[in-house]
Each structure stands twice: as C-alpha cells, then as structure tokens.
C-alpha cells in the first residue's frame, strides 16, 4: 500500500503593529510580504496585545511598536508564553514608553519592569538620526554569520539593559541624544541586534527599522516635511528581518 504523502503543517504567528510617530502602514506590510514568502505561515494582526489566546496558540510573534505597553496581565502571559517555548521577534520601538516633561524634553519611565525583563532591554533615548557603523559583534553566531560591518542612517538605541543578553550586533556612541531627559552618554557600546533566553524560548530584538511618513507626527504637528526610511533602504536590513522570521518560526519544531 502507498504511503500517504506527509505535507508540512500550517506555521501560526502573531504580528502587533502599531504606535506613535511611526509609519506603521509601512512597516506593517513590508513585514506582512515578508511572512508571506513562506506559504505554510498563517498571520493575524492586531494593534496590541489584548488578544492573549491568539498569542498563546501561536508558535511565533512579531512586534513593531512605539509606545504601546501590555497591562501587567498581558506582560505576564507574554512572559509564560516565550518560557514555554514561544519565539518573539521584537523590532524598533517594542520596549519604549514615552512621556513629554513640561520642559518639553521626552522621558523614558521604569513603568513595565517586567516588559522590560522580558524584552531584556528599555529604549531610553537616541541621538538625532544620523550615520553610524554596525559591527558585528558574535560572528559565529547563524543569526549573523557572513553578515559584514555595515553603515546605515537610523535612531541609534540607547537602552538601559535588564538582562544577560546575547549580542549579535552592536555600535558605539558618545555624545549627546538631544530631546531626551537622559541626554548626556559616555563612550560605549550598544545592542543593535540581540538574543534574550528564556526558559525554553527567547526573544531576539533589533533596534534598526525607523520609518516616518508626512502624518505620522499628529497630534504633536499636522505635516512631517520628509518621508524616512532609514534602514528600510539597506539590503542587509532586509537580511535580518528575514534571518529573524526564519529563526522565529523554528518554534513550531523546537516545541514539538
């Protein structure tokens, strides 16, 4: 008797895309093109994370969000679910919160301890965007491997660090992050592209990825005059969210 064929299985992600003075359109459907290479993936796409269940039944998830922070229920279902093996694939603007002082300076409050945890690192601030090097910092790492130094113009993510990190890719930075409340850094080196494990997942985030189009700055101005891109641009930005969704979709086999 002939064996019955054996087709691969559906592969069930979230994608959260969503926030403030973002082009989230933009971001949103080049990351949909992106999930849809592969045929077997099937995405729901929502604005937050109050949809638990689908983040609970889904082997992977997708963020690229500026400002937008879970309720400590969903921080702690989020935090069970990679522990159990779940692959979070964090982009720009996850771990930010955003407040303007009155002095009309933007602060960067300690208000989801246990995001930030998880995520393993907050934004704080970053410096006008601007050119600046790419380095590679573990090369034998798959994530990055054969990925050269590269050059891009983007934010430059300053974060304060929450957890032991695996850091795939990194730059240095010293000077000023004006606008911000924490505005002055000494000399060092920060997480571009990183790993965090947890229990039996992970979360792996990169920092590049900040894209603005002409209304994306309401209520704060009604006309942004320059549409932004930034790494968007590069090829090897590309790469990496690919690199990222291939890594994060291997949850549906490493949890089985």
Known sequence: MAETPQHPGA???????????????????????????DSHVRIRVFEDYANLDAIRNASFLVTYTCDVVPSLEQQEALRGWVEGGGRWYALHGTSSILRFLSNGLVDSPNWAPHLMETLGSQFIAHP???????????????????????????????????????VLLDAEFEGEATGFARSTWPRGRHPVFYLRAIGKGAVLYLTL??????????????????????????PVYYELLRRGIAWSKEAETSTK
């Not at 592969?11 to 290479?37: C, N, T």
């Not at 050269?148 to 957890?163: G, N, Q």
């Not at 209520?219 to 641009?233: F, K, N, S, Y």
């Open 209 to 234: 990825g900040h894209c603005r189009g002409h209304h994306d700055m309401r209520p704060l101005m009604d006309h942004w005059p320059e549409t932004q891109r930034c790494a968007w641009e590069l």
């Open 128 to 166: 006008p965007i601007g050119p600046y090097r790419v380095e590679v910092a573990d090369a034998g790492h798959a994530l990055v491997r054969g990925i050269e130094p590269f050059d891009v113009t983007d934010e430059l993510y300053l974060s304060d660090t929450h957890a032991g990190l695996q």
């Open 11 to 37: 592969i069930d992600g979230v994608l959260i895309a969503s926030g403030k003075y973002h082009d989230i359109d933009f971001a949103r459907l080049e990351l949909l093109k992106l999930l849809a290479e």
